[in-house]
């Protein structure tokens, strides 16, 4: 996988995050930060799972 196209992913991602936080009310601070966090781990996770399929 190429870095622009994990670019692409990672940035198509965080659009679709943005449209589910708008639609919601305002989660506190603390619980965005974890939600956060919980999808950036997420999202890291599945690079790699992508990233170990295309080099098998």
Same mark, same amino acid.
């Given at each position: 996988?190429?870095?622009?196209?994990?670019?692409?992913?990672?940035?198509?991602?965080?659009?679709?995050?943005?449209?589910?936080?708008?639609?919601?009310?305002?989660?506190?601070?603390?619980?965005?930060?974890?939600? &956060?966090? %919980?999808? $950036?781990?997420?999202? =890291?996770?599945? &690079?790699? %799972?992508? $990233?170990?399929?295309? =080099?098998?």
């Amino acid at each position: 996988m190429m870095v622009a196209d994990m670019n692409r992913l990672e940035q198509a991602a965080r659009v679709s995050m943005s449209g589910f936080q708008d639609a919601e009310a305002p989660p506190s601070p603390r619980s965005s930060h974890l939600t &956060l966090r %919980l999808g $950036a781990v997420a999202l =890291l996770a599945a &690079l790699v %799972l992508v $990233a170990a399929w295309q =080099l098998s």
